[in-house]
């Protein structure tokens, strides 16, 4: 699986690639030049961080490089890279082409590059609207494994019966319901009677 030391390290080695520094990297992309410093890679917290897909994006235009090329200095279990299905934010909704276990179905997607996370389901669901601000705006892309076990904590995707489509915080798991917290925290949380959930998945990966 995916894990956040292998993108940071991807940054590091792109910076090398090319003679510079992470800071000098960033300076090149017109972000702030701490951004990729160690202390910018854990939350205050302790919880490990992922580098945002603007800042990715950022590089790769000040680099020349391709995502596919960025790709390459990932390394372990992360290093495979394969294409995987981009879906809309609507189309995963009422009406979307889903299976039971929240697996896309069909064909005709666009898809992206990215690193083997251990699920040959995973894809890309691409946020629409600002509900799920400020962890996740208008046109970021997470990536979501149907696969990947739930623990408490873990940032999931949840699909109602009636077709709603929730980017939360899963707070609690019972044998009756799901206790979902807002990414918002002006907002309450959410407590969804199992038999009321089509699906619910991990988000493995996501700008923040």
Same mark, same amino acid.
Do not use: C
């Given at each position: 699986?995916?894990?956040?030391?292998?993108?940071?390290?991807? =940054?590091?080695?792109?910076?090398?690639?090319?003679?510079?520094?992470?800071?000098?990297?960033?300076?090149?992309?017109?972000?702030?030049?701490? %951004?990729?410093?160690?202390? #910018?890679?854990? %939350?205050?917290?302790?919880?490990?961080?992922?580098?945002?897909?603007?800042? $990715?994006? #950022?590089?790769? @235009?000040?680099?020349?490089?391709?995502?596919?090329?960025?790709?390459?200095? $990932?390394? +372990?279990?992360?290093? %495979? !890279?394969?294409?995987?299905?981009?879906?809309?934010?609507?189309?995963?909704? #009422?009406?979307?082409?889903? @299976?039971?276990?929240?697996?896309?179905?069909?064909?005709?997607?666009?898809? /992206?590059?990215?690193?083997?996370?251990?699920?040959?389901?995973?894809?890309?669901?691409? $946020?629409? +609207? @600002?509900?799920?601000?400020?962890?996740?705006?208008? +046109?970021?892309?997470?990536?979501?494994?149907?696969?990947?076990?739930?623990?408490?904590?873990?940032?999931?995707?949840?699909?109602?019966?009636?077709?709603?489509?929730?980017?939360?915080?899963?707070?609690?798991?019972?044998?009756?319901? !799901?206790?979902?917290?807002?990414?918002?925290? +002006?907002?309450?949380? /959410? %407590? =969804?009677?199992?038999?009321?959930? @089509?699906? /619910?998945?991990?988000?493995?990966?996501?700008?923040?």
């Amino acid at each position: 699986m995916l894990k956040h030391r292998d993108v940071w390290r991807a =940054i590091d080695r792109l910076a090398e690639a090319h003679g510079m520094s992470p800071s000098g990297l960033a300076r090149r992309a017109g972000l702030d030049p701490t %951004t990729f410093n160690k202390s #910018k890679r854990n %939350t205050r917290e302790g919880k490990q961080r992922w580098p945002s897909t603007e800042s $990715i994006a #950022k590089i790769l @235009d000040a680099t020349g490089a391709t995502m596919a090329e960025f790709l390459t200095f $990932i390394d +372990g279990e992360g290093g %495979t !890279v394969r294409n995987i299905p981009v879906i809309g934010f609507a189309r995963a909704g #009422k009406g979307g082409h889903f @299976d039971d276990a929240g697996y896309p179905t069909g064909a005709g997607w666009d898809a /992206i590059p990215f690193p083997d996370v251990g699920d040959p389901h995973a894809y890309a669901l691409e $946020i629409t +609207g @600002d509900s799920m601000e400020p962890i996740y705006r208008d +046109g970021d892309t997470v990536i979501v494994s149907p696969a990947s076990s739930l623990r408490r904590g873990d940032r999931v995707v949840v699909r109602t019966q009636s077709g709603e489509v929730l980017a939360k915080t899963l707070k609690r798991r019972t044998a009756s319901s !799901v206790v979902l917290e807002s990414v918002n925290a +002006g907002h309450d949380d /959410i %407590t =969804i009677p199992l038999a009321e959930v @089509d699906w /619910i998945a991990r988000i493995v990966w996501a700008s923040q």
